[in-house]
């Protein structure tokens, strides 16, 4: 398949085999805070997200602990990304302070800028 953009969960950058697939084209880690993560999980629930559906409590503080840890285990796979776009990096040029704030073109615009950058950093080291 050609031309495609695959979104993974946040668990797929753990397993070599995924990456074997995920290096035939270009990778972004799309790095959301993990307190933005958490209050969107808190808000819509755990149900449908197994690692973090757990029993009573604050949602937020279980979701945020939960992430944390995740994210401590995934960070160094996360980093083989070709490209990182980070919302923090979005909403401070745009003079905010919440990620929250941001629309998906802007977001997009960033990977869009993001791809660019190292697409043009990889024909140069080919030259």
């Given at each position: ?27 972004i880690w799309l790095d959301v805070p993990l307190d933005a993560l958490a209050r ?88």
């Open positions: 398949m050609h031309r495609l953009i695959v979104a993974t969960g946040g668990g797929a950058v753990i397993r070599p085999i995924n990456w074997s697939y995920m290096r035939k084209g270009l990778t969107r999980i808190a808000a819509v629930g755990t149900a449908s997200r197994p690692l973090l559906h757990q029993e009573s409590g604050d949602p937020y503080a279980k979701a945020y602990a939960k992430l944390t840890a995740l994210f401590e285990q995934r960070m160094d796979s996360y980093a083989n990304a070709d490209a990182r776009v980070s919302l923090e990096n979005i909403a401070l040029k745009q003079g905010h302070n919440d990620v929250n704030v941001l629309t998906p073109s802007a977001i997009a615009i960033e990977a869009l800028l993001k791809m660019e950058s190292f697409l043009t950093e990889k024909a140069m080291v080919r030259n």
